[in-house]
C-alpha cells in the first residue's frame, strides 16, 4: 500500500526575501548576495565600495537629495555674506590674491575674475571689505550691507542670499540694492511685477526673471559700471537656454517682455535680437493659455484654477505682452493684431484686474494696432497701402478716433503715458506723408505733425529735468524722439516751412539729439549714433538747403508708420555711408565721399577697396558729405549752425572729423 502524502496547505509556502546590498538596492540593480553569493559582491569590489547587508535601508531619492543639498548650500553662503566679517591675516591675502586679484575681492566688487568655486573665489568672498573713496554720484546706492530691510522687500524672515551666474556673483545686500533701483526707476514705467515679492522668491519662481530684474538694474548702477557689461551676456545665454528647454511659466514671459523693453545693446538695426525673443513670448503666452486665464487648465496637462493674486498677474502679463509686441512691431513697420477677447475685456469691462497706468498704455496700444491695420489692408501693391484717393478719407477717420481717445485719458493720464499717446499721434500723422497729394487737408495734418512733435519733446524735457525719464524709460521713449525729430527735420525743409516757427522747431531738435544722447548706454550703441545721425541730416539739409519748394514726402513707403525713420535712415546711407539707393543718381553729397577718397588714394592714404572689412569701414567712417562742401571754401561753421556745432559728439581735429559707421 503506497505510503500516503500529507494534506497540502491551501497557502503556499512563504519564500525567503532576497536582499540586495545597500549600494546595489540604491541603484536599483541585480546583486548576487540576494543569491547566496559572497560578500562583497563583485560590482562593489569593482568600484571599491563597501558592501553590507541592511534589512531597514530604504532607497533615496536623488533628485531630493540634490535640492536639500542645494538649499544647504545657499543656506551656508547666505550665512557666509551676513556674518560680519572677520579680519584676515594680511599673509593669507598676500598667498592666495595677487595685487591685481586684491582690488576684485573688495566687498563692494562683484565681478569675480577666478572661476566660481575655485579657492581664490571662496576665500575673496570672505575677505573683509577694503576702504574706498568716498563718492556722491547722483544716483548711486551705498556700497555696504543695509542695516534695515528694504521697504521693497517684505519677506525678512531670512536673509537674502547671494547668488552667482558664471563669473559674475552678487552678495545679498547687492542684489537688494538692485532690487530696490528697478523697482524705484525701471517698473513704475510699466508696472509688471509684484514689489512686496523678495528677490529670494523671485529666484524661486524663475532664475531668468530673477536675472532679467538685475541685468535691468545695472543699467545704470554708478557702484560697479562694468556690472552691466559683464552680466549682458550670461543673461542672454540664460534666457536662449531657457527657452529652448520647455515647458515654460509666465514667469519667462516676464523675463523677455523686460528684455524687450529694455533691450541688449546694438550698433544695428539688423543684429537687434528684440522682435525675435518678443515672438518667443507671444508664442509662450498662447501655448500656456495666459490670454484665456479662466480656461487656464484648456492649454495644461493638468486641472487648475487660478486665485485671484494668479489671476491679476496673468492679465498684467497678458496685457503687457500685447503692449510690448505693439511697441516693438510699430518700430520695425509691421502688423500685429489688433485686438482679441481678453485685450478688450482689461479694455472697456474690468478696470480693477491691471493698474491704471497700464490700462492706459493698453488703450493706446490698442489704438496704435488699429491704426496699423485698418492702413495695410490693402492689397494694392507692395505697400499694402489705401488708393491715394482713399488716404484722406481713412486717416480723417482715425484722426477723430485718436482725438476722441485722448479727450478722453488726457484729464487723469500720466506725462509718461501721454508721451506715449503722442506718439501714437505721430505715427498716425505719418501716413500723411505716404500720401501723394498736395491737398490743403493733407498740409494741415502735417501742420498738425509739426506741432505735436514740439510739444512730445517738451513733455520729454520735462519728464527728463525732473525723474531722469532718458536714463530709466523703455524703448519707446527713443523711438519717439526719433520720429518727432525727424518730423521737424522733414517738414522744416519744406513748402511748409513759412507756415512753420522754424526757430522753435529748431530748438526742439537741438533738445531731440541732447536727449538721444542721453539714453545711450554704450558706446556706439542705436541711441548715441542716433544723436550722431540727426546731426549729420540736419548739416546735411543746411548745405544743400533742403528741398524747401517741394511738398514733404518719402520715398521709402513699405514701412507703414515706420517708413519717416527708415526712409530718413536711407537719406543718411546715401549722403554719408556711401550706399547710394539702387537706382537712383548718386547723391551730390556721396559724389563729394566719392572724389574725395579717390584723392586720399592718389595720396596713400586708406581705401575703400583696401583690405577687406579695414578698408570698408573706412570708407564708412570717412567724413563724406561736409568734405565736400569743404571743397567749395565753406568751412565748418559755414556748414552747422552754432547750436548743432556744440552738440556734435564727434572729435574735431582741423577739418576732419570720424563720423559712425552705417546703421
Known amino acids: 500500500m503506497p505510503p500516503q502524502r500529507a494534506p497540502q496547505s491551501p497557502f503556499p509556502r512563504h519564500r525567503s526575501k532576497r536582499i540586495a546590498c545597500r549600494q546595489c538596492r540604491q541603484s536599483k540593480l541585480r546583486c548576487e548576495v540576494s543569491t547566496g553569493g559572497a560578500i562583497p559582491c563583485s560590482r562593489c569590489r569593482r568600484l571599491g565600495y563597501e558592501c553590507r547587508l541592511d534589512v531597514a535601508y530604504q532607497r533615496v531619492n536623488g533628485r531630493e537629495r540634490l535640492e536639500e543639498l542645494e538649499k544647504e548650500v545657499q543656506h551656508l553662503r547666505s550665512s557666509v555674506s551676513t556674518h560680519p566679517p572677520a579680519a584676515a591675516p594680511q599673509s593669507l591675502q598676500g598667498i592666495l590674491l595677487t595685487p591685481s586679484e586684491s582690488y576684485h575681492a573688495d566687498a563692494s566688487s562683484i565681478i569675480v575674475q577666478e572661476p566660481s568655486g575655485s579657492r581664490v573665489d571662496l576665500v575673496a568672498s570672505q575677505m573683509p571689505p577694503l576702504p574706498v573713496e568716498p563718492t556722491t554720484p547722483v544716483h548711486s546706492l551705498p556700497s555696504q550691507q543695509p542695516s534695515q530691510p528694504s521697504p521693497l522687500l517684505t519677506d525678512t524672515t531670512s536673509p537674502t542670499s547671494s547668488r552667482s551666474l558664471e563669473f559674475v556673483h552678487l552678495h545679498g545686500f547687492q542684489v537688494n540694492a538692485l532690487f530696490n533701483i528697478f523697482f524705484t526707476h525701471y517698473h513704475p514705467y510699466v508696472p509688471l511685477l509684484d514689489p512686496t515679492i523678495s528677490p529670494n522668491q523671485y529666484y524661486a519662481r524663475s532664475a531668468v526673471l530673477f536675472w532679467s530684474i538685475i541685468l535691468l538694474a545695472s543699467r545704470r548702477y554708478t557702484e560697479e559700471p562694468g556690472l552691466f557689461v559683464s552680466l549682458t551676456a550670461p543673461v542672454k545665454k540664460l534666457i536662449w537656454d531657457t527657452i529652448a528647454n520647455p515647458p515654460h511659466t509666465w514667469h519667462v514671459v516676464q ?25 518667443t513670448a507671444q508664442t509662450i503666452s498662447l501655448r500656456i493659455g495666459l490670454h484665456r486665464p479662466e480656461a487656464i ?4 496637462r493638468t486641472k487648475r484654477r487660478l486665485m485671484p493674486d494668479e489671476m491679476a498677474e496673468v492679465a498684467r502679463t497678458w496685457a503687457t505682452c500685447y503692449i510690448t509686441a505693439q511697441t516693438i512691431v510699430t518700430i520695425d513697420g509691421q502688423v500685429w493684431v489688433s485686438s482679441d477677447w481678453m485685450i478688450d475685456r482689461l479694455c472697456d469691462r474690468d478696470s480693477t484686474m491691471i493698474p491704471t497706468s497700464l490700462k492706459h498704455q493698453l ?20 505697400t499694402d497701402l489705401p488708393r491715394p484717393g482713399e488716404f484722406i478719407s481713412l486717416l480723417a477717420l482715425l484722426e477723430r478716433e485718436y482725438t476722441e481717445l485722448a479727450s478722453t485719458l488726457t484729464s487723469y493720464i500720466s506725462d509718461e503715458n501721454k508721451v506715449l499717446l503722442n506718439g501714437t499721434g505721430l505715427q498716425l500723422y505719418v501716413f500723411y506723408l ?5 491737398s490743403d487737408t493733407r498740409k494741415r495734418g502735417l501742420l498738425r505733425a509739426y506741432s505735436m512733435s514740439i510739444s512730445t519733446i517738451t513733455i520729454i524735457n520735462q519728464l527728463e529735468a525732473l525723474t531722469d525719464a532718458m536714463a530709466y524709460g523703455p524703448v519707446s521713449y527713443f523711438r519717439i524722439i526719433s520720429i518727432a525729430a525727424m518730423f521737424i527735420l522733414k517738414l522744416s525743409y519744406s513748402n ?24 545711450s548706454i554704450e558706446d556706439n550703441d542705436l ?32 514701412r507703414l508708420a515706420a517708413s519717416l525713420v527708415h526712409d530718413s535712415m536711407w537719406m543718411w546711407r546715401e549722403q554719408f555711408g556711401g550706399q547710394p539707393r539702387s537706382g537712383t543718381n548718386t547723391p551730390l553729397a556721396s559724389r563729394g ?6 584723392a586720399m588714394e592718389q595720396r596713400g592714404g586708406l581705401s575703400a577697396r583696401g583690405t577687406g572689412s579695414a578698408g570698408q569701414e573706412a570708407a564708412t567712417n570717412f567724413p563724406v558729405g561736409m568734405e565736400g562742401a569743404y571743397s567749395d571754401g565753406l568751412t565748418l561753421e559755414d556748414v552747422v549752425d552754432a547750436e548743432l556745432l556744440a552738440l556734435l559728439p564727434f572729435s574735431l581735429d582741423g577739418e576732419i572729423f570720424t563720423a559712425p559707421g552705417g546703421c
Open 255 to 279: 523675463a523677455i517682455i523686460l528684455v524687450c523693453l529694455w533691450p541688449f545693446p546694438t550698433s544695428s538695426l539688423s543684429s537687434d535680437i528684440t522682435s525675435i525673443l518678443l515672438s
Open 527 to 558: 541711441p548715441g549714433r542716433m544723436s550722431k545721425i540727426l546731426t549729420q541730416l540736419w548739416s546735411a539739409q543746411v548745405i544743400h538747403r533742403g528741398q524747401r519748394d517741394k511738398p514733404p514726402g518719402l520715398r521709402l513707403k513699405t
Open 297 to 300: 487648465q484648456d492649454f495644461s
Open 593 to 598: 565721399y566719392l572724389a574725395d577718397n579717390r
Open 496 to 519: 511748409l516751412g513759412p507756415y512753420l516757427d522754424l526757430e522753435t522747431g529748431k530748438r526742439s531738435f537741438n533738445s531731440a539729439i541732447a536727449l538721444t544722447r542721453r539714453i
Open 434 to 438: 505716404l500720401e501723394e497729394s498736395d
Open 363 to 382: 488703450l493706446i496700444s490698442r489704438f496704435s494696432a488699429r491704426v496699423g491695420q485698418f492702413m495695410s489692408s490693402h492689397s494694392q501693391g507692395p
